[in-house]
Nanobody
Framework: QVQLVESGGGLVQAGGSLRLSCVASGHTFSSETMGWFRRAPGLEREFVAAISWSGGTTYYGDSVTGRFTIFRDNAKNTVYLQMDSLKPEDTAVYYC???????????????WGQGTQVTVSS
């Protein structure tokens, strides 16, 4: 059974940084594209970032480009999201996603974590 467990969320002031982690188990993590999404209250789910199985290719949503960095450690079955220069509008629940693919945009796979709350105060 595939499991994705996120951690690293919390409360931070605007301009600060957080690093989210997503540990995967139960599937061939090292061969899968991984992604991060977020959902703010009252808004639709938003694509944040994705990374190819090798880590050699990354994709970002327009609102986070230049501020967020996605990377992975296949030896640890973990994908990370480094979030810098955080803004209040980054406040959301952040979800890890596995086994999606990118073709013009990122299409999420069927596997989701439980989410981790990120709150950015002004």
């Amino acid at each position: 059974q595939v499991q994705l467990v996120e951690s690293g969320g919390g409360l931070v002031q605007a301009g600060g940084s957080l690093r989210l982690s997503c540990v995967a188990s139960g599937h061939t993590f090292s061969s899968e594209t991984m992604g991060w999404f977020r959902r703010a209250p009252g808004l639709e789910r938003e694509f944040v970032a994705a990374i190819s199985w090798s880590g050699g290719t990354t994709y970002y949503g327009d609102s986070v480009t230049g501020r967020f960095t996605i990377f992975r450690d296949n030896a640890k079955n973990t994908v990370y999201l480094q979030m810098d220069s955080l803004k209040p509008e980054d406040t959301a629940v952040y979800y890890c996603n596995a086994d999606g693919y990118y073709s013009g945009r990122y299409y999420p796979g069927d596997y989701w974590g439980q989410g981790t709350q990120v709150t950015v105060s002004s």
